[in-house]
């Protein structure tokens, strides 16, 4: 009976702790007047940092955080810091963040949004950000195991996080409509923006490969916060992009040029082909097509995706299709099933970045664009790195 009453005694102090700690954080997070919860498949790292930089050359003193491929925490002044984890991601950290930020006394939080369930999105949303503007990139297939397998169910699991009586800006346009009704029930303005409301003209400014359906919903919370567009842009373009960024690195060796396209972040076959098509029309791509494709055995449904999207999108459109990491095998028998040839298929399989650097010089004559798709783990990160450390040295 006694450790009964122990139990007890703990169990009401834990409770009692709880709800102190609870109204603390309320107080916290509602003494900063400007809160932007990011969300959405696609490009929530990059508008994040985006909408940061714009606030912050507008003179809005602003903490933002990323999740994106490597969490960052970034302060006033562009600052910014890696968080360590202990353990695996959890939405928690977001306290400790809001936590920060309130005594720092700043005047804007920048939030990406790094929950999952939809559980957890509500969460996060209405007892930890409670933004007041909401932001929503994109509605895209991926996370299907866990949001839903078609686009309505995803757009419902990632609308948990539009506010009540507030702002939602998005750049969504395949069901922008989806968004606009639930937007409407929470009685929160809807504010869909146009990827052609930015020129190519303003996106020269960038150092790296941004999109212009970012650009344009960044420029958009800016300019709602009264922010003008050119100082907003000005402080876009200094911004770090995130290493999800669509990087390119040019190597010289042994008197080939090889283009080498980071796209491992884009890891939705929606998403890749709009790379894909960027790249195609927009910069262009020279000498022979190589897509890089990296999987993880617990990834096979977005490999299947990537490898129909291969198959019946691309195919001829490309010379070779490099397979590297991860149950490979599969992967190959999913990508002919497709429709691409076998004699363009190049199975490597769990290897390592200088092998797939050889082998892609093999098989180049005197250019190739390689566009590397799939997954940033596994063996994407450091195939990445070794392709860009590479385009510092020339070989002759």
């Known amino acids: 009976m006694y450790s009964f009453y122990v139990l007890l005694a703990i169990v009401i102090v834990a409770a009692i702790v709880g709800i102190f700690e609870y109204a603390r954080h309320q107080n916290r997070i509602h003494s900063i007047p400007i809160r932007i919860h990011i969300n959405g498949t696609r490009g929530k790292s990059s508008v994040t940092r985006l909408i940061g930089a714009g606030l912050r050359a507008g003179g809005i003193s602003t903490v933002t955080k990323v999740t994106g491929t490597f969490p960052r925490l970034i302060i006033e002044d562009g600052t910014e810091t890696y968080i360590h984890r202990k353990s695996s991601a959890n939405i928690i950290e977001q306290l400790s963040i809001v936590k920060y930020a309130a005594l720092r006394k700043t005047k804007a939080l920048v939030m990406e949004c790094m929950a999952l369930q939809p559980q957890y999105q509500t969460i996060t949303e209405k007892h930890m950000i409670h933004s007041n503007i909401g932001v929503m990139t994109n509605v895209r297939l991926d996370h299907v195991d866990v949001m839903g397998h078609t686009l309505p169910e995803i757009a419902e699991t990632l609308g948990?996080?539009?506010?009540?009586?507030?702002?939602?800006?998005?750049?969504?346009?395949?069901?922008?409509?989806?968004?606009?009704?639930?937007?409407?029930?929470?009685?929160?303005?809807?504010?869909?923006?146009?990827?052609?409301?930015?020129?190519?003209?303003?996106?020269?400014g960038f150092s790296y490969i941004e999109h212009r359906e970012n650009v344009a919903l960044a420029l958009a919370v800016c300019q709602h916060l009264e922010i003008d567009r050119e100082t907003a842009l000005k402080g876009m373009y200094?911004?770090?992009?995130?290493?999800?960024?669509?990087?390119?690195?040019?190597?010289?060796?042994?008197?080939?040029?090889?283009?080498?396209?980071?796209?491992?972040?884009?890891?939705?076959?929606?998403?890749?082909?709009?790379?894909?098509?960027?790249?195609?029309?927009?910069?262009?791509?020279?000498?022979?097509?190589?897509?890089?494709?990296?999987?993880?055995?617990?990834?096979?449904?977005?490999?299947?995706?990537?490898?129909?999207?291969?198959?019946?999108?691309?195919?001829?459109?490309?010379?070779?299709?490099?397979?590297?990491?991860?149950?490979?095998?599969?992967?190959?028998?999913?990508?002919?099933?497709?429709?691409?040839?076998?004699?363009?298929?190049?199975?490597?399989?769990?290897?390592?970045?200088?092998?797939?650097?050889?082998?892609?010089?093999?098989?180049?004559?005197?250019?190739?664009?390689?566009v590397a798709i799939g997954n940033m783990g596994g063996m994407g990160a450091e195939t990445a790195e070794f392709f860009e450390n590479r385009s510092f040295i020339k070989n002759d």
């Open 160 to 204: 948990r996080t539009i506010p009540e009586n507030k702002h939602l800006f998005t750049s969504e346009n395949v069901i922008p409509d989806i968004l606009r009704k639930m937007a409407d029930k929470r009685n929160t303005v809807s504010h869909i923006t146009d990827l052609h409301s930015v020129t190519q003209e303003e996106m020269n």
């Open 238 to 370: 200094k911004a770090v992009p995130d290493a999800g960024a669509l990087m390119r690195f040019t190597v010289d060796a042994f008197h080939k040029k090889l283009f080498f396209y980071n796209a491992f972040a884009a890891n939705d076959p929606d998403s890749t082909f709009m790379v894909w098509q960027k790249l195609r029309d927009e910069i262009g791509m020279q000498g022979i097509r190589i897509v890089l494709l990296n999987t993880r055995h617990d990834r096979l449904d977005r490999a299947r995706q990537l490898a129909e999207m291969a198959g019946k999108k691309i195919r001829e459109e490309i010379d070779y299709l490099i397979l590297i990491g991860q149950s490979t095998e599969v992967v190959e028998t999913m990508t002919t099933n497709y429709g691409l040839s076998k004699k363009k298929i190049i199975n490597m399989g769990w290897t390592t970045p200088a092998k797939v650097f050889e082998k892609v010089l093999h098989v180049t004559k005197n250019m190739a664009t390689i």
